[in-house]
Each structure stands twice: as structure tokens, then as C-alpha cells.
């Protein structure tokens, strides 16, 4: 197994050592104090340092960092769908993305609390470039996903990542969480990139590709926030290409995206957790010939799903309304609910930029359009 050890995190033989290394580091201390505010540093620290397993430092530690996140930046997160899953079964979960961390924490909690396989989950090379963060990744069972690359190095690096996913679904029973695209979504349209399922597909066994999908069993995840807490800081890279600019990201820019979207306000959250993709798969294989056009059925399968059951928030049907000069959805949110929204794209959007305002509106607003789409009355 030493050719995925470039992407893979510790194994549990390795956490404790791991550990020993970051026990001290200020930023332990700070994750460690957010965690538990009330308790004295040493108390934790032992703790920390009897930890030998991924699951416990997840479950002891990282899972009261996830309630106090949901304590202090929202009014709490509820779910759908979790009944469908075994409990030891594993499931390659295909989400839209819309926070860097706390999509896969969320749902990873959520797993948790209804008592079903935690996942081993993609995150880009590029969010933990500082050692601690790498180490931190490694703990909580992330893996790397290699960014900038040239094609051939994209292409070895592909099908690394690949065996890996398999290895880790087939043979290790071992739940994997990947995004549906490169990056987090931008403009509220979640749409899943092809590329993506073609590099899943890279690490199958089968004659016929569909027979792995249906092996890994795909289950579409939908994660929906009532405020986006980093939906400003998307303005910059949506006027970039709007512009037809190459958009080149200030130093740090990651890392403050990151820590915007613990402590930002997100109000309500929901994680649906959509059919797993059986008879789906059965029906592209018997109608589609080739591999990409069994990709791309597959790719628009995933997007119906995680479409169709997406939480819509008064924000959404608010900023709808605004954009499209409409009272179309007046009964589904308050006048309290629309002042808030209009105070804060007020506070956090430059009026006189047309351009900015109608993205940021459009932001709230795509979900409810793509919704529209699979139900005559919303």
C-alpha cells in the first residue's frame, strides 16, 4: 500500500505519533479551546495523547468542534434520508459543494449520529499546504486530491486517486465523500463535472463500467445553508471571468475562505441524502453504448438528484423574487426575512456594480430556478 501514501491519511497505527507532533502547536490550542471552551488545556492535551484511532479523534474531538460551530454560526442543521443506508455498508457519497470544510464535517456528524460509516473524504492539496493543516487532514481521514498539474502528471495522479477510491470502497469497507466538481460552487448552480465520475471510473475491475458504479454504490448528497457565509468573497472570481480574466487568488486567500465559512453565519442548514443509484445505473447501462455517454447519463442522474432535493430558505425564494422582479414566493418568506436579506446584501455587495448585485442575487437564487425545473409548483 505504499503507492497511495502520498495522498493517503495516517493509519491508526500512526495517529498517536501524528498527534505527538501537534499537541503543542498554537493552532491546536486554538482548535482545541473552540472546541471545548471550558475545559483547561491540559485536561484535553492527555486526552489527545490516548487517542490511537482515526474514529476517536473524529468522535472525542472534531465531532464537539462541528456542535460548536453549529451553537455559535447557525440555528442548527437537520437531515433527510440517512434511513436508506445500512449501517455497515459502505457508499461513494457525490455532493455539491458549496463550504471547503464543513460540507464532509457536517455530513460526516450526521453519519455519525444516525450510526452509519464515516467517510474518508477528498480535500485539494492546495487547502493544506501548511504542515499542520497536512497533519491535521491526515487525522480526520482526509485524502489529498493534487492540484496544478500538468496533463501527464494530472493523468498519473488521476488514476492514483482512483485505485485509492477503490481500495478504499471495495476493500476496506471504507465510505468515500467526493464533491461533484473541482471547487466549491460559485453561482449556485450545482452541476456535476463528468471529469470527475471519468476519473472514478479509472480505478474499476469491471468489463463494464456502469457494473463498478453500481458496485460502489453512489448515493447523491444535496447540502443547503440559508446564508452562505463566504458568498462575498465568491464576488471577485465571478467578476474575473464574467471579464474574461484568469482569476489569480490573493496569498491566503484559502485559508480566510476557510475560517469565513466556520464562523459566518449560516442560519439553517440541511443535508439530504438521496437513493442510492441501483436501478439508475441498470437503466444507462442497458441504453446508453459507450463509456462517455454512460458518464455523461450518470452525471445528469446525479445532478436530478441532488437538484430535486435541495432545501430551498426564504434567502433563496427572497432573492428569486428581487432578481426576477417578482412576488412570485411572497408566501414563503416574512417581511422580517426579506429585510434581513436585503440589510445584508446591503452591507455586503456594492450597489453600483450591477454586475456584483445580479450575481449575488443570482447566487441565492439558481436553486430555486433548478428546482423549478423538476416540479410544476413549488
Excluded at 503507492?3 to 491546536?28: C, Q, S, W
Excluded at 459543494?97 to 457536517?106: G, K, P, S
Excluded at 452509519?116 to 497533519?135: E, H, Q, Y
Amino acid at each position: 500500500m505504499k503507492r497511495f501514501d502520498a495522498i493517503r491519511p495516517f493509519y491508526d497505527t500512526e495517529i498517536n505519533e501524528g498527534i505527538l507532533k501537534i499537541v503543542d502547536h498554537p493552532m491546536m490550542k486554538a482548535l482545541m479551546n473552540f472546541c471545548f471552551p471550558k475545559v483547561e488545556d491540559e485536561v484535553w492535551k492527555d486526552q489527545l495523547k490516548k487517542t490511537h484511532s482515526i474514529r476517536d479523534f473524529q468522535c472525542n474531538f472534531i465531532y464537539f468542534g462541528v456542535k460548536q460551530v453549529l451553537e455559535k454560526s447557525s440555528e442548527g442543521l437537520t437531515t433527510s434520508g440517512f434511513e436508506k443506508l445500512d449501517n455497515n455498508t459502505p457508499y461513494l457519497y457525490i455532493s455539491n459543494h458549496r463550504d471547503i470544510v464543513l460540507d464532509t464535517t457536517f455530513l460526516n456528524a450526521s453519519l455519525f449520529e444516525h450510526g452509519k460509516l464515516m467517510t474518508s473524504s477528498a480535500i485539494g492539496d492546495n487547502l493544506v499546504k501548511k504542515p499542520f493543516l497536512r497533519m491535521l487532514a491526515k487525522l480526520n481521514r482526509n485524502f489529498l486530491v493534487q492540484r496544478g498539474l500538468a496533463p501527464r502528471e494530472l493523468l498519473v495522479s488521476s488514476k492514483l486517486l482512483s485505485h485509492y477510491i477503490a481500495q478504499l470502497l471495495v476493500h476496506e469497507n471504507r465510505s468515500v465523500w467526493i464533491a461533484q466538481r473541482e471547487g466549491r460552487t460559485k453561482d449556485g448552480n450545482d452541476e456535476t463535472n463528468p471529469a470527475v465520475l471519468k476519473m472514478i471510473g479509472m480505478g474499476s475491475d469491471e468489463q463494464n463500467l456502469m457494473d463498478y458504479f453500481r458496485k460502489i454504490k453512489v448515493v447523491p448528497v444535496s447540502i443547503s445553508y440559508e446564508y452562505d457565509p463566504t458568498d462575498a468573497l465568491k464576488m471577485p472570481q465571478l467578476m474575473a471571468e464574467n471579464n474574461n480574466e484568469i482569476y489569480i487568488k490573493e496569498k491566503n486567500e484559502d485559508i480566510m475562505t476557510l475560517l469565513s465559512g466556520i464562523i459566518g453565519q449560516k442560519k439553517r442548514i440541511h443535508i439530504h441524502i438521496g437513493d442510492i443509484l441501483e436501478t439508475e445505473i441498470d437503466d444507462i447501462k442497458a441504453n446508453y453504448d459507450t463509456s462517455n455517454k454512460q458518464i455523461q447519463a450518470l452525471a445528469q442522474v446525479i445532478d436530478d438528484s441532488i437538484l430535486s432535493s435541495y432545501k430551498l430558505w426564504p434567502t433563496n425564494y427572497i432573492a428569486y423574487d428581487i432578481l426576477h422582479k417578482t412576488s412570485r414566493h411572497q408566501h414563503l418568506y416574512t417581511e422580517n426575512e426579506k429585510s434581513l436579506f436585503e440589510r445584508r446584501l446591503e452591507m455586503r455587495i456594492d450597489h453600483c456594480n450591477p454586475f456584483a448585485l445580479q450575481s449575488f442575487l443570482a447566487m441565492y437564487a439558481n436553486p430555486v430556478v433548478n428546482k423549478l425545473k423538476y416540479e410544476n409548483v413549488i
